[in-house]
């Protein structure tokens, strides 16, 4: 049986880099969408905004990742910015979407999602049965997740991955707190409450090969291990560094930046449970675990 072959859009970013080099270190063939010209043998142009995609060059690929879009934490939430977001994630995602619907024989897909879909939950526990909740992260997810609608209805294997918060010391949302916890001093934001769903980036990766892998998956799963309040991942976090200093962030000052703080506010206690039930097992399952990968 021939070796899987994978294309991964977002291939530059933290998640995509990260499982492009574990596909390598196994010795799988790995394609990566790039939006200019290519220059590398196993790069294939893309261009969501015109919908275009080189499906000559992904004939015999078994898997699709699509990580693309842009960035929800990287600026303040302007109107603009907004369009961008919604924009980068649908129109890529209906590109990818038609193309692999296209091929014969189809690939799998498995298309980047975020458990924002939820909204701010408070304690209530979520999973992939949870209704969506509101706000634009809500909006955004809804769209993101119903634009990979042109392969599903095409018979295509699809697997939305609602990814929590990963967690690296090479960068990301989460990588943004470690120069201050390196520092000794660790930001509690607001009263510290909320739920923040931890992953690792190692089983972000791992998990976003099994959903590629695995055939009988299909459908959303949530990309998260370890649901933690973010006062208690301050205190581990000030374990795993030695440092024990908790310098409060009050709401008022977060929402002086604007609805972007959501991304630090919104209380999300997500558990994975189609992940667990389908049999994978996570290499960091604890908040404890997951934050000693930041060391």
């Known amino acids: 049986m021939p070796a899987p072959t994978y294309a991964v859009t977002g291939a530059s970013g933290l998640i995509g880099s990260a499982l492009v080099a574990a596909l390598q270190r196994d010795g799988l063939p790995v394609l990566r969408l790039v939006r200019r010209e290519p220059t590398r043998a196993d790069e294939v142009r893309w261009d969501p905004a015109s919908g275009s995609v080189d499906t000559d060059a992904l004939a015999g690929v078994t898997a699709v990742v699509h990580l693309a879009g842009a960035g929800v934490a990287e600026r303040p939430w302007t109107a603009g910015y907004r369009r961008t977001v919604l924009e980068s994630r649908t129109s890529g995602t209906r590109t990818i979407a038609a193309a692999v619907a296209r091929l014969d024989p189809q690939p799998a897909l498995v298309s980047g999602s975020a458990i924002g879909l939820y909204g701010d939950a408070g304690d209530t526990v979520l999973d992939e049965g949870s209704p969506a909740g509101t706000g634009f992260l809500a909006e955004v997810v809804t769209a993101w ?37 390196r520092a000794g001093l660790l930001p509690r934001f607001g009263d510290g409450q909320q739920w923040w769903s931890l992953i690792s980036l ?27 309040r973010q006062e208690e991942v301050v205190r581990l976090l000030g374990e795993v560094h030695r440092r024990v200093a908790t310098v409060p962030v009050p709401k008022v000052a977060l929402r002086a930046v604007g609805e972007v703080s959501r991304v630090l506010l919104d209380s999300q206690r997500v558990e994975p449970r189609r992940l667990r039930e389908e049999g994978f097992v996570f290499s960091h399952p604890t908040a404890r675990a997951i934050l000693e990968t930041t060391r």
């Open 145 to 181: 997740e119903a634009a990979t609608a042109p392969a599903a209805e095409a018979g295509v294997r699809v697997c939305s991955a609602r990814t929590g918060l990963v967690v690296s010391r090479r960068g990301g949302a989460f990588g943004r707190l470690l120069p201050t916890a």
């Open 202 to 228: 190692e089983d972000e990766v791992r998990a976003l090969r099994w959903l590629a892998d695995t055939g009988t998956a299909n459908g959303a799963y949530d990309l998260t291990a370890a649901p933690t």
